[in-house]
């Protein structure tokens, strides 16, 4: 019955797309977008780059009706000969009208610093029904000796990001089958809860205290983020709620919802890098006496919560 509730969302969300043509992020990200930013943070220039791996990628499944008729993608790095170790997992979500394809620079990107990285080309991520697919097929690709990610992945080590209604996704992908696998989550511009009583899209609303993982949410000061997409009341009350002792979250200047995967990549990467491979440089930005994205001129509105932390700070600029 909860799925079949979902699948109706779903419908609604498709039908809702049209009206909510800016929360869409149907737009292709340029291969070179690194190179768009002057990042003030020091820890934050050095996740901007392209890490140490060479990435390669494979596509999982195209088309099969079993898991939504969707592409399913995987870019991965080429680990050294004599070097080799599981890799952590990154479950991505994409936003309204996304694709893997349009979002490929960011999950090389992502891939590059170590991580196998799997999307999808659904456009209606909020369900959570592809995350749990990707996840699926993912998890069956690294028990399989024929394929390329075979012992690849270090199934302990499990993000998920989701962006705009992914954010969503995300969330209902926690309280899914498969919500025990993850352990750490970021949503990036989630639409919040607001706009899905708005749009009377149930799918959209989800419950934060439920939440026990580390959490780190990212959103621009643009006038879509901030008036529609990702309030910062909202954004603060959902923070508030989520019960792990460690969760971050920020608000990247100059950024509006369309471009706030680029602009917050770097403190995305970091996080992840903290979160899922024990980077003890990444974790500077959240952490210690002085957390580089509360003293980041580029940011807002940053707060951290941590053991590492004692006196958590919040920048009101």
Request: aromatic share 10%; glycine share 8%.
């Amino acid at each position: 019955m909860k799925h079949i509730k979902k699948i109706l969302a779903a419908g609604i969300c498709l039908a809702a797309s049209l009206y909510l043509t800016p929360a869409m992020a149907a737009y292709e990200i340029d291969p070179d977008y690194t190179m768009k930013y002057n990042d003030p943070g020091k820890i934050e220039q050095r996740y901007r780059w392209h890490g140490p791996y060479e990435v390669k990628s494979v596509v999982l499944s195209d088309g099969e009706a079993k898991y939504g008729n969707y592409k399913y993608k995987v870019w991965y790095p080429v680990q050294q000969a004599g070097r080799e170790r599981p890799r952590p997992l990154v479950i991505t979500l994409n936003g309204t009208g996304g694709s893997c394809d349009k979002d490929e620079p960011i999950f090389r990107h992502l891939a590059s610093w170590g991580f196998v990285v799997a999307g999808n080309t659904d456009a209606q991520t909020a369900t959570g029904f592809s995350a749990e697919w990707t996840l699926d097929q993912a998890l069956a690709a690294n028990q399989d000796s024929k394929s390329p990610l075979y012992h690849q992945i270090d199934e302990k080590e499990i993000g998920i990001v989701g962006y705009s209604q992914g954010g969503a996704g995300a969330y209902n992908t926690l309280e899914g089958k498969d919500g025990d696998k993850f352990k750490t989550m970021v949503t990036v511009s989630g639409v919040t809860e607001s706009i899905g009583e708005k749009l009377h899209l149930p799918v959209w609303i989800y419950d934060p205290s439920k939440v026990t993982i580390p959490v780190f949410m990212a959103a621009g000061t643009g006038i879509l983020d901030r008036k529609l997409i990702t309030p910062l009341d909202e954004m603060k009350e959902n923070y508030s709620k989520i019960q792990s002792k460690t969760a971050a979250l920020g608000r990247r200047k100059d950024a509006d919802h369309l471009d706030i995967q680029t602009a917050a990549d770097a403190y995305i990467t970091a996080w992840l890098r903290w979160q899922l491979d024990d980077d003890i440089y990444a974790k500077r930005v959240f952490t210690g006496k002085a957390p580089e994205i509360l003293r980041n001129p580029a940011w807002d509105n940053a707060e951290v919560r941590n053991p590492e932390t004692t006196q958590p700070k919040q920048t009101e600029k």
